[in-house]
């Protein structure tokens, strides 16, 4: 049976949270499953930020790396629970389109993590300078193993 745990406030919810270019947490990547971040958008439609992800070989981002992942933007929850519909990133990110009261979610697996670096983190890049009220989420999907550092677990 597939479980679901959650990081919810991998990167807290704040009203210009492209500002400083941010990153999440670090979150383990389930040997058996995948980790996918929410980031939910509300206010603030002309702000845009570059998503990269990387990957590392503890919490504390040692040896970060890039790492291409597959994501998709939507503006319902109809959008959002469609399983296809991922397009493909390069290490180098992606940089969705400005817009008020929208989603991007990011997935990776277990298997496209870098060798050895389990551990991943989403930076959000501040490309155009106006704020956007935003917070990310982190789901941790299937194989996870409780106890992790920065791990939250809710039922």
Do not use: C
Not at 3 to 9: A, D, E, M, Q
């Amino acid at each position: 049976m597939a479980t679901n745990h959650f990081v919810p406030f991998a990167l807290a919810p704040a009203a210009d949270r492209y500002n400083t270019s941010p990153s999440t947490d670090w979150v383990r990547v389930p040997g058996s499953g995948k980790l996918q971040f929410l980031l939910v958008e509300g206010a603030g439609g002309t702000g845009t930020a570059t998503i990269t992800v990387n990957s590392a070989s503890d919490n504390a981002g040692t040896g970060a790396t890039a790492i291409p992942f597959r994501y998709k933007t939507a503006t319902s929850s109809a959008e959002l629970n469609d399983a296809g519909g991922y397009t493909t990133a390069t290490a180098s990110g992606v940089t969705p389109a400005a817009g008020a009261n929208k989603s991007t979610l990011v997935e990776v697996r277990f298997d496209e993590v870098s060798a050895g670096k389990p551990y991943v983190s989403l930076t959000l890049t501040e490309v155009a300078n106006f704020p956007v009220d935003a917070g990310v989420i982190a789901i941790i999907k299937d194989g996870d193993r409780p106890g992790d550092p920065n791990v939250t677990y809710l039922s």
